[in-house]
């Protein structure tokens, strides 16, 4: 008897399950903590808890609860990286050292650093530990280091044949060629965000004070300067694949820069966490709060694509543009999200902090050379 009482369709019941569980998530994600206070009315407040758990208990209210579970994380999620769902190998940062995943989903630990980024077309690997810059074959071993104080942010660029190192020491914004020799102060007190321009020749755009500046490291020449106003706490830089893009990342906007300097489009945003250009530079994908948005190369939109509960942390794309990777630190997940045409299609892995020996979460630097 009662198994046939559930199974009733009571008037108006999908609909109110609907409206709750898009209540109840809501608030689940944009919750703050807030520190605990001795109620002044403990009996309203008994009377409240009796009412939310009776309404928990009721059909709707499990079915509400068991939604709220598996929208922290991606319920048919893997349960480790078999493989990736595009080209390329992953550069992966975690309390264990820095890592490559291959397409294949297998992983080689390359040692004991905090930061890591590809060379050019991925052969090489430049890593970062506090007191020290190396560069790495794939399997790890080393072919030169170089001692300095405090050593963070390091970035590759170049040719097969001619390359360069941007990275920030406690003196400042440093460059060295990629085999090791001339390395150099290029920018005393500068430490911003930074990224190479791609393209001939070495240029460097980097934030400073209130500016953006694009410098030739071969010269010292300060190619243009963009005056944006308040760029200290800009998050990121990220270029288009043939360098006729920049985006800055700041907490509260996007900016949108041409290859002279110019504004192309700016956007107010609350809640940024990060953003990046697709490879060709007609979309940028922006993580904010709890989900992830599809801007166009103006940046008009947003098309969602991803929304989860709970604060994602990163942004990814895959060379050939199809993907977006993220993750998903309160699930212990990747969240790989295809952004072609049509519905986004979801690939999620679970117990990622276990797959790379970390405590903390671990931190994509990079999504490289397929082919």
């Known amino acids: 008897m009662r198994r046939e009482l559930e199974r009733v369709e009571i008037p108006g019941e999908h609909e109110a399950r609907t409206r709750a569980r898009a209540v109840v998530l809501v608030a689940f994600s944009e919750r703050e903590p807030t520190p605990h206070r001795r109620s002044r009315r403990p009996v309203a407040a008994l009377a409240a808890a009796v009412v939310v758990v009776a309404g928990l208990l009721s059909p709707p209210g499990r079915a509400v609860l068991g939604e709220l579970r598996a929208a922290v994380g991606v319920e048919r999620a893997q349960p480790a990286l ?102 150099r102060l290029l920018a005393p007190a500068e430490g911003g965000a930074l990224a190479w321009r791609p393209g001939p020749g070495f240029e460097l755009a980097y934030v400073s004070a209130s500016e953006v500046r694009l410098q030739d490291v071969e010269t010292g020449g300060v190619r243009w300067r963009a005056n944006a106003g308040r760029l200290p706490a800009a998050r990121a830089l990220s270029w288009s694949a043939d360098g006729s893009r920049l985006l800055v990342v700041l907490s509260d906007r996007l900016l949108l820069l041409d ?33 992830i948005v599809l801007l166009d190369d103006r940046l008009r939109g947003p098309r969602r694509v991803f929304a989860g509960g709970g604060r994602l942390e990163g942004l990814t794309w895959s060379q050939d543009g199809r993907w977006v990777l993220t993750g998903w630190p309160a699930a212990d997940q990747w969240v790989f999200v295809r952004v072609t045409r049509g519905e986004p299609r979801i690939v999620a892995v679970s117990n990622v902090s276990a797959q790379f020996r970390s405590g903390t979460f671990p931190r994509v630097e990079g999504w490289c050379c397929a082919g």
């Open 82 to 183: 078999f493989s990736l769902p595009a080209p390329g190998r992953l550069l992966v940062s975690s309390d264990s050292g820095a890592w490559i995943v291959d397409p294949d989903g297998s992983k080689r630990l390359l040692g004991d650093y905090r930061e890591a980024s590809w060379s050019p077309f991925g052969r090489f690997v430049v890593a970062a530990r506090r007191n020290e810059l190396a560069a790495l074959e794939p399997d790890g071993g080393v072919r030169w280091t170089v001692s300095r104080q405090d050593v963070r942010s390091p970035r590759w660029t170049g040719s097969p044949a001619d390359t360069r190192i941007a990275y920030v020491d406690r003196l400042g914004l440093r460059v060295v060629a990629g085999d090791g020799r001339r390395d």
């Open 259 to 291: 290859g002279r300097g110019r504004e192309l489009a700016r956007r107010t945003v609350h809640g940024i966490l990060t953003a990046a250009l697709s490879p060709d530079g007609g979309r940028v994908a922006l993580a904010r709060r709890t989900e």
